[in-house]
C-alpha cells in the first residue's frame, strides 16, 4: 500500500547573518591556534606498539629491496638491448 508523507506545517525558521570581522587574528594568535589544533589531533593518533613499528618496518625495508631489485633489472635489461642495437646499427 502507498505510505503518505507527513508533511511539516511549523513556520520555517529566520535565517540570521553572521557578522564576520574584516580583521583576521594576529600572527602569534594564529600560531598558537595552529598548535592547539594539532596537540589536540595528536591524542586522537593510536601510536603502533615497538612490535607493530619493527613489523612495519622490516615489511617496508623489504619491498623497497624488492623493488631496487626489479628496477635494476629492467636497467640492465635495456642497457643491454641498447648495447645490442649500437652493435648492430655501428
Given at each position: 500500500?502507498?505510505e503518505e508523507k507527513k508533511v511539516?506545517?511549523?513556520?520555517?525558521?529566520?535565517?540570521?547573518?553572521?557578522?564576520?570581522?574584516?580583521?583576521?587574528?594576529?600572527?602569534?594568535?594564529?600560531?598558537?591556534?595552529?598548535?592547539?589544533?594539532?596537540?589536540?589531533?595528536?591524542?586522537?593518533?593510536?601510536?603502533?606498539?615497538?612490535?607493530?613499528?619493527?613489523?612495519?618496518?622490516?615489511?617496508?625495508?623489504?619491498?623497497?629491496?624488492?623493488?631496487?631489485?626489479?628496477?635494476?633489472?629492467?636497467d640492465q635489461l635495456a642497457q643491454?638491448?641498447?648495447?645490442?642495437?649500437?652493435?648492430?646499427?655501428g
Amino acid at each position: 500500500m502507498a505510505e503518505e508523507k507527513k508533511v511539516s506545517t511549523a513556520p520555517a525558521k529566520a535565517v540570521t547573518a553572521i557578522k564576520k570581522d574584516d580583521k583576521k587574528p594576529g600572527l602569534f594568535k594564529r600560531i598558537a591556534k595552529w598548535f592547539r589544533e594539532m596537540k589536540s589531533e595528536l591524542k586522537k593518533v593510536i601510536w603502533p606498539t615497538p612490535k607493530q613499528l619493527m613489523k612495519n618496518s622490516g615489511v617496508s625495508l623489504a619491498v623497497m629491496i624488492a623493488s631496487a631489485v626489479v628496477i635494476w633489472g629492467f636497467d640492465q635489461l635495456a642497457q643491454a638491448l641498447v648495447r645490442a642495437l649500437l652493435t648492430l646499427a655501428g
